[in-house]
């Protein structure tokens, strides 16, 4: 677990790249089912999450999904991409390209600064 409050939490997906995903607590089946303040927040969550990839692990692009077919709750995926990473331009769901490089950064120091600026979310 990254960050838990009483609506979200963000966990991240085992994957050779920086990829979390932000559900919220509530199982809401689509975003239209969410009320409209968690609406809001998970834009204000997914912006922080992004500045902060951005800022930490200097990606050369950041990739949103949200699909929930396979799970079927509210849920967004944030993805920090490379071009050294093994599916990149592909998406990471797609077909692998080649054995990558990436190496990604420390998770710890990232979750610590993420941790914070959600805090003012």
Wanted: proline share 7%; glycine share 2%; aromatic share 14%.
């Amino acid at each position: 677990m990254v960050y838990e409050d009483e609506t979200i939490y963000i966990e991240w997906e085992p994957s050779e790249i920086p990829w979390l995903k932000i559900f919220t607590k509530t199982p809401f089946k689509e975003l239209s089912d969410c009320p409209q303040e968690l609406r809001e927040k998970l834009w204000r969550v997914y912006e922080t999450v992004e500045r902060t990839m951005i800022e930490y692990y200097r990606p050369c692009k950041i990739n949103m999904a949200s699909f929930g077919n396979y799970m079927p709750r509210v849920h967004i995926h944030v993805m920090a991409r490379f071009e050294n990473d093994s599916y990149f331009p592909e998406p990471m769901w797609g077909k692998k390209q080649r054995e990558g490089s990436y190496v990604m950064a420390e998770k710890a120091p990232f979750e610590r600064l993420l941790a914070a600026r959600l805090k003012e979310v």
